[in-house]
């Protein structure tokens, strides 16, 4: 009976100690959100020209106001096209934002609707992201920028 409770005691200490490390080695997440806005700028091929928004439209847009930084770029309106990328001072308000973001694109494909469906694929496809500190989202055609938006994330 005392080697089988040893044998348990030893087991729970050692997974004790796993859950402890594995727990340790997760890190948080650092990225340059300009780096990050810029690469998809330029690597992602576009329909249409975008254009940074100041903090007042991005609010009016998204309904986030409580962002660290922002960079966010929109098109001329004749494309869904667009992007977003955010930094919040903590995990839970950029967790709070990803619903702000789901309703811009949800208010978004009620727009192109009836204005320009083909832009409707684009937005089925947008790319919603929290992680970390960080909120991302871009609409567009491909693959790009969820491969862009991955090598910066993971």
Same mark, same amino acid.
């Given at each position: ?34 780096? @990050? ?22 609010? @009016? ?26 930094e919040f001072n903590n995990?839970?308000?950029?967790? +709070? ?5 789901? +309703? ?20 089925? +496809? ?27 994330? +993971?």
């Amino acid at each position: 009976m005392e080697i089988k409770m040893k044998k348990i005691t030893l087991t729970f200490t050692i997974l004790i100690l796993l859950l402890t490390l594995s727990a340790c080695s997760q890190k948080e997440v650092s990225i340059n959100i300009k780096d @990050l806005s810029d690469h998809l700028l330029q690597q992602v091929a576009f329909e249409d020209e975008l254009v940074q928004i100041n903090q007042e439209k991005v609010a @009016l847009l998204y309904n986030i106001e409580n962002a660290a930084n922002e960079y966010v770029y929109v098109s001329s309106g004749a494309t869904a096209e667009e992007i977003a990328v955010f930094e919040f001072n903590n995990t839970e308000d950029a967790k +709070n934002a990803l619903q702000a973001a789901k +309703n811009r694109i949800s208010q978004q494909k009620s727009d192109y609707a009836t204005y320009n469906p083909k832009e409707i694929q684009k937005l089925e +496809n947008a790319i919603v992201k929290n992680t970390g500190r960080y909120l991302i989202v871009c609409v567009s055609e491909g693959d790009t920028a969820k491969k862009i938006i991955g090598e910066y994330t +993971n």
